[in-house]
C-alpha cells in the first residue's frame, strides 16, 4: 500500500496542484512540499514494514502486487529493494529541493509544480515497478514532464532541445517496449511480470536482441557516447529545477535499468554484451571528461562531466563483479547529489548574473565566501576526493576494473586525472579571479543555502560513514550478480 | 581504555577549526579566527606530545580502531596506528604544523578578513590530513590523509585568487600530483585485492606473498605515486611554481611535511619495496640524480623561495636514495631534521623579505644582518644545518648517515655516494649564497624586530635545527636499526664538503664576474626547461584535442554525439523528402482524374438517338443470350 501511494501520490498531487495554485500565492509549493513529505512517510513506512511474505527472494523490502488487467495479464507489480529504494529517497529529495530553490518561478506555477510532482512519480514509478508493461509505460511518462518543464521554463532556443530530449528518448524507449512486447508475448501464458520472465528461460540469442532493445532506452538515457547528444541541449536550456530532476532522476534510471534487468532477465545476453559495454563506458568517461574541459558555458561543462561520471557507472554495471557493482550503485547515489549541487549553485548564480558564460565570471571568492565554499565543496565531490561518496564509488568500481582488466582501470584512473583539468578550470572561472563585470553581490541566500547544506551532507556523510549506504546496497548487487555467475 | 585512544584525538582539533572557518556559517572577527586557528593547531600537539613521550617508554606497537565497513567478502578496518615511525613523523609535524601556523598570526595579519579566514582553516585541514596520513593503519584513511592534502595544496597555492600565475600554478600542482595519486591508488587497491584487507599491516606481507610481475608492478606504481607528491625528477616541475602561495604555506607544504609525505610514503611500506631490488635501485638512482639536479638549480636560482623549492626538491631526493639503499630508518631522520631547518629557512627568509618590499628576489635579503638580526641569525642557523656544518648541526648528521649507506653499498653504492657528495658539495654552495647576500651592508637600514608570534616559533626551530643533532643517532635507534658508519676517511670528506660549498658562494656572492654567468644561466633556472617538454607532450596536446573536440577549430562540436544525429537527420531527410509530396496521395489523384477522364469517354453512350439506342439494346440482348447458351456448354 505504502508503495502505491509513492506512485499514486505525487501523481494525483501534481494534478491537484494545478487546482490548488489558484487558492493563493505560494499555495502549490507548500502543497507539493506536503506532498513530497508524505511520499518520504510512505518511503519509511514501507522500507520498515518488514519483508513481503510473497517476495520472489531475500532482498526485497516490500512488494506490492495487484490485478489490473487479468485478461491482459497486466499486473500493478511493485517491488522495493535497497537500491530502488535508496533512489526513491534520492528521488523525492530532490523534489522538494527543486520545488524550494523554484520559489521565484511565477510563469504558470501550477503546471510547473505538477511538473516537477509528475516527474517524480514517473521516476519512481521506474525504480519500483517490476511489471514491464507498467515500467515501460512510466519510463515513457517521464520525458513528458521533463519536455514540458523544458520548453516551457527553459532558456534559449528552448522548443527545439525540448523536441530532441523527446524525441531522442522516445525513440530509444521503443527499443524496450519491442523487447517487452515480444517476452509477453513468447511467456507461456500472457504476462509482463519480470519475475516469470526472469524464471521462464529465454534463449541465448533472443537474449542477446532483448537486452539490445533494453540497453537502447537505458544507454540513451544513461547517457553513454554516442547516444549522449540531447543530454548537454538539455542540461544546459533547462530550468535549475529541470536540470536537478535530468541529472539526479532521469540519468539515474538508465543506470537503474542497466542495474536491474540484465543479471535478472538475460544473463546469456549480459555475458555477450558486457564487453561492449565495459568499452562504452571506458570511451565515455574520457571522452565527456575532455569535453568538459573546453566547455564555456558552465552548466554544459557539468553535463559533459555527468556523461563521464555515468560512464563510471556503465563500466561498473558491466563489469559484472561484486565491487563494481557495487560501485556503481554508490555512484549513481552519489552523482545524483554532486551533480544536482552544481546545478543548483550554477543556476543561483544564473539569477544574479544573467550568464552562465565562464569567460565572464569570477571573484566569487571575494564577493560571495559562502557561494564559494560551496563550490568548492562540490568541486571535491566532482573529482571523487576521498571523504566524499563519489570518491567511495569510484574506488569500488575501479577496484572492480582490477578484476576484470587492468587496462580498464587504467582507463578510469586517467578519467581520474582528467576530472582535476576540468574541475580546477570551473573554479578557476567561477570563484578565483578578479570579481568581473558579472560579479555576484548577493551571496547564498538561506533557501538556496539549505537544500546545499543537505546535499554536502548527503555527499559527505555517505562518503565518511560509506557502511549506512553499502549495507542497503549490498543485498541487491547480490541479487542482481548471483544469476550471472556462470555454473 | 586503551591508550591509543588518544591517537583519534590528535587530528581533531585542526579538523575543528577547519570546520568552524571553513563551513561554520556564524561570523568572526580577526581576533577569533585567530585565536581558533591557533588552538586547532597548537592542540594537536599537545596531544602527540605525551602520545610520542608513551611510545619512548612502553611498547609502542598499537592500533586504534575506528569503525570497519563490510563490502561483500572484504572486511574494510579503518584504523589509526602508533608505532615509532608513525609517533616520531607525528610528533614533527605537529610542531612544525603548530610553529608555521603561530607564524601565520602576524604575517598574514594584514590579509582582509575573510581571507584570513580561508587561510587559516585551509592550514588547520592541511594539518589534519597531514595527521590522518601519517597515523593512518590502514590504506583508505592513509589515502584520505594523502588527497586532502593535494586539495589544501591547491588552494592555498592559489590563496591569491586574482594572481593568474598563482591559479596556474595551483593547477599545475594539483594535476602532476593527481597524476602520482592515481598511480599511489593503482597500488593500493591492487594491494588490496590482494590481502582482502586494508589493515597496512596486512597488505605488506600479502604484497610480498603475491607473484613476482604482480609485487614489482606494485612496487613501482608505489614509487611513482611517491615520487610526484616528493616532486622529484621528473615530476618536480609543480613545486618551484607552487611558491607562488605565501610564504608560510610554502614552509608547511611546499618543503617541510606535505612534499616529504613520498618519503614517508616508502618508508612505510619499505619492507614491500625491499622485496623488489629493481625497484628500490631505481629509487637509489632517481632520488640521487634528484638530489644533484636539485642542488644544481638551487645554486642557479634569483630568488630565495625558489632556491628553498629546488633545496627541498634536492633534500627529498637524499631521503629516496636512502630509502633506495635500505635505510629507511636514516630517510625518516632527515625528513625529522629537514622538516626544521627547511621550514626555519622559509620562516626567516619570510621575515626579512616580508620587510624588503615584499620581493622574494635573493637581493631582498641585503643588509638582513642589520635590519632584521632575529631572523637573519636564524636563516644562518637554517642554512648551517642544510649544507650540514660538522658536529654540531642536525643536517649533517642524517646526511652523513646517508652518504655513508652509499659508500656501504657495493660498487654502484659508490657511484651514487660521488653523486650524493658533490650534491653535497652544491648544498653549500647554495644554502650560503642568500646568507652571504644578507652581510652586504645597505646603507640608511634601520634595525626593527617582529612581533612574539615572528620570533618564537623562528627561535624555537633554530634552537631545535642544533638541539636534533645529538638525537639523530637515537632516533634512527627508535625506529629499530643503526646509523652506518664508513671508514673516517670517507666520514672526513663529507664534513669538508660543506666548507667547499661555503668557498663557492663566496665566489658567486662577491666575485661579479662569476655572480653576472649565474645570474644568465637561464636553462639551469628553469630547472633544464623539463616544464616546456611537459608543454609540448602532455598541455599542447591535449589543448588541441579539446579545441577540436569542442569545435573550436572549425571541426564539429563533440563529434561523437553530433554525427549521429546528423546521420539520423540524413536519413530522415532522405526518407521524408520523396514522400513529402505524398505519392500515396498522388495515386488518389490520379485515379480521381482517371475517373474524370474515363467519364469523359462514357458520356459519349449517353448520345439522345433513339437508333444508337436501338442498336445498343440489340447488341445487348445478343450478347445475354451468347451469354446463355455459353453457359449450357458443358
Known amino acids: ?189 500472457i504476462t509482463f511480470d519480470a519475475f516469470v520472465f526472469a524464471e521462464m528461460g529465454i534463449p541465448p540469442l533472443a537474449q542477446v536482441w532483448l537486452l539490445l532493445g533494453f540497453s537502447m532506452a537505458f544507454l540513451t538515457k544513461l547517457p553513454a557516447p554516442p547516444f549522449h547528444a540531447w543530454l548537454p541541449d538539455a542540461h544546459t536550456m533547462a530550468p535549475t529545477a529541470g536540470s536537478i530532476l535530468l541529472a539526479g532522476l532521469l540519468l539515474k534510471t538508465g543506470a537503474y535499468g542497466l542495474f536491474r534487468f540484465p543479471g535478472m532477465l538475460f544473463p546469456d545476453g549480459f555475458h555477450v554484451l558486457a564487453p561492449y559495454g565495459l568499452a562504452l563506458g571506458a570511451f565515455g568517461t574520457i571522452y565527456g571528461a575532455v569535453l568538459a574541459c573546453g566547455q564555456t558555458d558552465a552548466k554544459r561543462l557539468v553535463a559533459y562531466t555527468s556523461i563521464a561520471h555515468m560512464s563510471i557507472v556503465l563500466m561498473g554495471l558491466s563489469g559484472g563483479v561484486h565491487f563494481a557493482m557495487m560501485g556503481a550503485g554508490v555512484e549513481m547515489i552519489a552523482h545524483a547529489f554532486s551533480a544536482s549541487a552544481l546545478f543548483l549553485l550554477i543556476g543561483a548564480l544564473y539569477d544574479r548574473v544573467g550568464t552562465r558564460d565562464l569567460r565572464q565570471l569570477g571573484g566569487l571568492q571575494q564577493t560571495a565566501p559562502r557561494f564559494a565554499a560551496a563550490f568548492a565543496v562540490f568541486f571535491s565531490a566532482a573529482l571523487a576526493m576521498p571523504g566524499t561518496a563519489n570518491f567511495l564509488g569510484e574506488a569500488l568500481v575501479i577496484t572492480g576494473m582490477f578484476q576484470v582488466n587492468w587496462f580498464l582501470a587504467a582507463i578510469a584512473l586517467v578519467s581520474l586525472v582528467v576530472s582535476v583539468v576540468y574541475a580546477t578550470g570551473l573554479l578557476k572561472r567561477i570563484i578565483f579571479g578578479v570579481p568581473s563585470k558579472a560579479c555576484v553581490t548577493q551571496d547564498l541566500t538561506w533557501s538556496e543555502l539549505a537544500p546545499v547544506i543537505v546535499l554536502a551532507t548527503g555527499t559527505l556523510l555517505f562518503g565518511m560513514l560509506p557502511q549506512l549506504l553499502l549495507v542497503v546496497l549490498e543485498p541487491a548487487v547480490d541479487a542482481a550478480l548471483a544469476p550471472l555467475v556462470r555454473p | ?139 583508505i584513511i592513509f589515502f584520505l590523509g594523502w588527497e586532502l592534502m593535494g586539495l589544501c595544496s591547491f588552494f592555498l597555492i592559489a590563496y591569491h585568487v586574482t594572481s593568474a600565475r598563482a591559479i596556474a600554478a595551483g593547477r599545475k600542482a594539483f594535476v602532476i600530483t593527481r597524476v602520482a595519486d592515481a598511480f599511489l591508488l593503482a597500488a593500493l587497491l591492487l594491494l588490496f585485492l590482494e590481502a582482502g584487507s586494508v589493515r597496512l599491516d596486512d597488505l605488506i606481507p600479502a604484497g610480498i606473498a603475491t607473484d613476482d610481475v604482480r609485487r614489482g608492478l606494485i612496487a613501482a606504481l608505489l614509487l611513482a605515486g611517491a615520487m610526484g607528491k616528493s616532486a622529484q625528477l621528473p615530476f618536480h616541475t609543480w613545486l618551484p611554481s607552487a611558491m607562488a602561495g605565501p610564504t608560510p604555506v610554502s614552509a608547511l607544504l611546499h618543503s617541510a611535511t606535505m612534499v616529504a609525505a613520498g618519503a614517508y610514503l616508502l618508508a612505510r611500506l619499505a619492507p614491500l619495496m625491499e622485496t623488489v631490488p629493481l625497484v628500490m635501485a631505481v629509487t637509489a638512482t632517481v632520488g640521487a640524480a634528484t638530489a644533484l639536479f636539485g642542488a644544481t638549480a638551487a645554486v642557479f636560482q634569483l630568488d630565495v623561495k625558489r632556491l628553498l623549492a629546488y633545496s627541498s626538491i634536492s633534500q627529498i631526493g637524499f631521503m629516496l636514495l636512502a630509502i633506495g639503499l635500505g635505510q629507511p630508518e636514516v630517510a625518516i631522520a632527515h625528513f625529522v631534521v629537514h622538516a626544521i631547518f627547511k621550514s626555519l629557512l622559509f620562516l626567516s627568509a619570510g621575515d626579512i623579505t616580508q620587510i624588503a618590499r615584499g620581493t622574494t628576489d635573493i637581493a631582498a635579503m641585503r643588509g638582513a644582518l642589520r635590519a632584521r638580526p632575529v631572523a637573519y641569525l636564524a636563516f644562518v642557523a637554517g642554512a648551517a644545518s642544510l649544507a650540514g656544518i660538522p658536529f654540531v648541526t642536525g643536517g649533517w648528521f642524517s646526511k652523513e648517515a646517508i652518504l655513508a649507506s652509499a659508500w656501504l653499498a657495493g660498487p654502484f653504492g659508490i657511484v651514487l655516494w660521488g653523486v ?27 634595525m626593527t624586530f617582529g612581533g612574539v608570534f615572528t620570533n618564537l616559533p623562528i627561535l624555537l626551530l633554530a634552537a631545535g635545527t642544533f638541539a636534533i643533532a645529538p638525537l639523530v643517532t637515537p632516533m634512527v635507534e627508535f625506529l629499530d636499526a643503526t646509523v652506518p658508519h664508513p671508514p673516517l676517511a670517507v666520514e672526513l670528506v663529507g664534513a669538508v664538503a660543506p666548507f667547499v660549498g661555503l668557498a663557492l658562494a663566496f665566489a658567486m656572492t662577491f666575485m661579479p664576474r662569476i655572480s653576472r654567468r649565474v645570474a644568465q644561466a637561464r636553462r639551469m633556472r628553469s630547472g633544464i626547461r623539463i616544464d616546456g617538454v611537459y608543454q609540448i607532450v602532455f598541455v599542447q596536446p591535449f589543448v588541441a584535442l579539446v579545441r577540436w573536440l569542442t569545435g573550436q577549430r572549425g571541426s564539429i562540436a563533440d563529434p561523437v554525439g553530433t554525427l549521429p544525429v546528423m546521420g539520423a537527420q540524413w536519413l530522415v531527410g532522405a526518407i521524408v523528402r520523396p514522400l513529402a509530396h505524398d505519392p500515396l496521395d498522388r495515386a488518389w489523384a490520379g485515379f480521381a482524374s482517371a475517373t474524370v477522364r474515363a467519364w469523359g469517354v462514357a458520356r459519349h453512350v449517353q448520345s439522345g438517338r433513339v437508333r444508337d439506342y436501338a442498336l445498343a439494346i440489340a447488341v445487348g440482348v445478343a450478347l445475354l443470350l451468347l451469354l446463355g447458351w455459353g453457359t449450357t456448354w458443358r
Open chain 2, 1 to 139: 581504555m586503551s591508550p591509543f585512544f588518544a591517537l583519534l584525538l590528535v587530528p581533531m582539533p585542526a579538523m575543528g577549526a577547519f570546520l568552524l572557518l571553513g563551513l561554520g556559517p556564524a561570523e568572526f572577527n580577526r581576533r577569533a579566527i585567530q585565536t581558533i586557528a591557533l588552538a586547532g593547531a597548537t592542540l594537536p600537539a599537545v596531544v602527540m606530545l605525551p602520545l610520542g613521550a608513551y611510545c619512548l617508554m612502553g611498547t609502542c606497537d598499537g592500533i586504534q580502531p575506528i569503525f570497519d565497513l563490510e563490502v561483500g567478502p572484504a572486511v574494510v578496518a579503518l584504523a589509526l596506528k602508533l608505532d615509532p615511525l608513525s609517533a616520531l613523523v607525528g610528533v614533527t609535524v605537529t610542531i612544525i604544523g603548530a610553529c608555521v601556523i603561530g607564524y601565520s598570526i602576524d604575517y598574514m595579519a594584514k590579509s582582509e578578513i575573510a581571507d584570513l579566514r580561508r587561510y587559516f582553516a585551509l592550514m588547520n585541514l592541511f594539518l589534519a590530513s597531514m595527521l590522518c596520513m601519517v597515523l593512518a593503519g590502514d590504506s
Open chain 2, 420 to 446: 650524493a657528495l658533490s650534491a653535497a658539495v652544491l648544498t653549500g654552495a647554495y644554502a650560503f649564497r642568500p646568507v652571504l647576500v644578507g652581510l652586504i651592508p645597505v646603507k640608511g637600514a634601520r
Open chain 1, 1 to 189: 500500500m505504502a508503495l502505491t501511494a509513492l506512485i499514486v501520490l505525487p501523481l494525483f498531487g501534481g494534478i491537484a496542484a494545478l487546482l490548488v495554485a489558484r487558492l493563493g500565492r505560494n499555495a502549490e509549493r507548500w502543497f507539493s512540499i506536503a506532498v513530497l513529505a508524505v511520499a518520504l512517510i510512505a518511503l519509511i513506512v514501507a522500507w520498515t514494514g518488514g519483508p513481503p511474505p510473497d517476495a520472489p527472494g531475500a532482498q526485497w523490502l516490500a512488494l506490492v502486487r495487484y490485478q489490473y488487467a487479468p485478461a491482459l495479464g497486466l499486473q500493478f507489480l511493485l517491488a522495493m529493494d535497497g537500491l530502488s529504494g535508496a533512489l526513491v529517497a534520492v528521488s523525492i529529495v530532490l523534489g522538494i529541493i527543486s520545488v524550494v530553490i523554484s520559489w521565484n518561478i511565477r510563469k504558470q506555477s501550477g503546471l510547473f509544480h505538477a511538473c516537477i510532482l509528475w516527474t517524480v512519480a514517473a521516476s519512481n514509478g521506474v525504480f519500483l515497478a517490476m511489471d514491464l508493461l507498467f515500467f515501460a509505460f512510466f519510463w515513457e511518462l517521464m520525458l513528458v514532464p521533463s519536455f514540458l518543464l523544458i520548453s516551457i521554463w527553459g532558456h534559449g532556443d528552448r522548443e527545439a532541445v525540448a523536441l530532441k530530449f523527446l524525441v531522442f528518448n522516445a525513440v530509444a524507449g521503443l527499443g524496450l517496449l519491442a523487447a517487452v512486447f515480444y517476452m509477453a508475448a513468447t511467456a507461456p501464458e
